[in-house]
């Protein structure tokens, strides 16, 4: 690949392969020359293609979702089971949660031990909320007798939500772990790579949660 | 731009690393803050619209996607920090390859089943044909 010099001189920053100066050049980790990219940097774009796969697969729920939505076998429709008071209050735990998760890397970066169990400890319990909230709905359904089994829009909803809702639990695991090495183990690079990928993981199911709370529950409440 | 990020010893960036540009702390932990300012919004925004009548019906779902895919893009910018630079260049190229992805899947779904709903034959005449 030639690379095109701008009018100004400058190499154009995005070219690929190894990098002329001004851009750290040849000798770059990373591109070519300068051997492989730190580990940081490999662990976490592997992650990040991981929970890309694991947005597939939550795009494949929210296919089925929406392909089943008004098969409701003369059951309940989404404007009749869905409340937004409570899809608020999750939404707003999640948002916050996102938040302090990204306080807990930050705090992670300046070294401050105390900061992080704080902000972690408050990301737990505002995911904990969050876990209480569906947790509640989906039981409040079931007592109904509109569980997954009573009609496909059912199997749906709660596949998706319950796919999520999964997700958190086995994230407030994850962040617990997190806690306690640190705790024991301080901030060692390769607990501050877990502690990256957590955040990562973190912030991507409040991806999906917007999808779920506006694709699903908003629009189930106004049709 | 100098190059040099905060730890000095690479260009690529990791998804989801804060410095950008050599930022402070203090302003790395405000860029959080603004990001979870219009992720409330665009929320907030969603909700009310979504309970009254002040929009004209038959378009709230299509606000409702927009507002939907304008959030994750907040979400993505200011929480997974992913942005359009040159350092970033791997993860946005794996971002909108699963942007494709999921586009093939969930709109591909809808269409083809949609259309296969649209040609099958009302309830009623396929009982009386099973008679």
């Known amino acids: ?223 | 731009m100098t190059g040099h990020d905060a730890h000095g010893q690479d260009w690529d960036r990791a998804p989801g690393e804060e410095y950008i540009n050599g930022l402070g702390m203090g302003q790395a932990f405000a860029l959080y803050g603004v990001g979870l300012f219009l992720a409330v919004l665009l929320t907030a925004v969603s909700f009310y619209i979504s309970g009254t009548g002040i929009v004209w019906k038959p378009s709230i779902p299509v606000a409702l996607v927009v507002l939907a895919i304008a959030q994750m893009g907040i979400h993505v910018v200011f929480f997974l920090h992913i942005t359009t630079g040159p350092e970033n260049t791997n993860n946005v190229m794996a971002l909108g390859f699963g942007i494709l992805i999921v586009l093939l899947i969930v709109v591909g779904s809808v269409w083809i089943m949609n259309h296969m709903n649209h040609s099958m034959l009302p309830m009623q005449q396929i009982m009386q044909m099973q008679r």
């Open chain 1, 1 to 223: 690949m030639t690379s095109v010099p701008f009018s100004s001189g400058e190499v154009d920053p995005y070219r690929h392969g190894p990098r002329a100066e001004p851009y750290r050049g040849p000798d770059a980790p990373g591109h070519g020359g300068g051997g492989a990219a730190p580990k940081r940097v490999v662990v976490a774009y592997g992650f990040w293609i991981f929970l890309l796969s694991d947005i597939v697969l939550f795009s494949c729920l929210f296919a089925s979702y929406a392909v089943l939505v008004n098969a409701t076998a003369d059951g309940p429709s989404g404007h009749d089971i869905f409340s937004r008071g409570s899809v608020a209050i999750e939404t707003a735990c999640l948002l916050a949660s996102s938040f302090t998760c990204g306080t807990a890397s930050l705090a992670m970066e300046a070294r401050s031990k105390l900061w992080f169990y704080v902000a972690m400890a408050v990301t737990c319990l505002l995911g904990l909320g969050f876990l209480f909230l569906e947790a509640n709905e989906f039981i409040g359904l079931v007592s109904q007798d509109y569980g997954p089994g009573r009609s496909a829009f059912l199997t749906a909803f709660f596949s998706l939500v319950g796919c999520h809702g999964l997700h958190v639990s086995v994230g407030i695991l994850w962040l617990l772990t997190m806690m306690a090495q640190v705790f024991a183990k301080g901030f060692r690079p390769d607990i501050e790579r877990r502690v990256f990928c957590f955040a990562l993981f973190w912030h991507t199911l409040d991806i999906i949660w917007v999808a779920i709370f506006s694709l699903v529950y908003l629009m189930g409440v106004v049709s």
